[in-house]
């Protein structure tokens, strides 16, 4: 039995190609292409012909090639048994020792341990272990303040840092190892003065021994 159909189909894909071929000819060939000012078309399949895409303009950036700046908390280099710099009640992490840039992340280390960045908008991310490195008594939670700012010392306001503070002390214990962990992560616009990183000095109330910190903090340029 003959499909009815058939004529239909044949009909439909006669006006397509004829169609496409009236398209076609209202476009000069010498304007077919894939270079600027080209028009494109498609092929036989309805497939876009390969193209340089190094012409492509206006893209929006991938997220992988976001600048970004890492630095190790506890570096053996770090003064202070991989504390930082002693700053009297607090240590400044130095940014001249266990950094490293990616994604063509800008900054410019200072002779004190800071450094400076181009204006914008960053995201400070990381985590690290709370370390007593010899057996003393703590209160804890681990009474640890960490924070990343500028134009205000240690630990700054927080209009101008990203700060973490402690949860209220609920005991404390003799210990020495791990007493916790901590982790950060926020927003913040900066100018170009100095930037410092750091975080509280806290002593164990038998021998003084400071708690340290163990881990890598990253900072994250947004905008």
């Known amino acids: 039995m003959t499909n009815p159909f058939s004529n239909v189909k044949d009909a439909v894909l006669m006006s397509k190609t004829a169609l496409d071929a009236a398209v076609s000819s209202l476009i000069p060939k010498s304007q077919i292409g894939t270079a600027p000012g080209d028009v494109v078309v498609l092929d036989a399949n309805g497939r876009l012909p390969a193209i340089d895409g190094s012409r492509l303009t206006n893209l ?62 960053y995201v400070v991310t990381g985590s690290a272990k709370i370390l007593a490195p010899a057996t003393d008594t703590y209160q804890l939670p681990a009474q640890m303040a960490f924070a990343v700012g500028q134009n205000y010392a240690f630990p700054g306001i927080y209009q101008y840092a990203v ?61």
């Open 60 to 121: 929006a950036a991938p997220h992988g090639i976001l600048p970004v700046l890492t630095i190790e908390l506890g570096h053996s280099a770090q003064a202070n048994g991989g504390r930082g710099i002693d700053m009297g009640n607090w240590y400044q992490i130095d940014f001249r020792v266990g950094v490293g840039a990616s994604n063509g992340f800008q900054y410019t280390a200072n002779a004190d341990g800071t450094i400076t960045i181009p204006s914008g908008v």
């Open 163 to 223: 700060q973490q503070y402690p949860d209220a002390p609920v005991g404390s214990a003799s210990i020495s190892d791990v007493l916790g962990s901590l982790r950060v992560s926020g927003v913040q616009s900066w100018g170009s003065n100095p930037l410092w990183m750091g975080f509280a000095k806290v002593l164990g109330s038998q021998n003084q021994t400071p708690l340290a910190l163990q881990g890598y903090m990253s900072i994250v340029k947004v905008g």
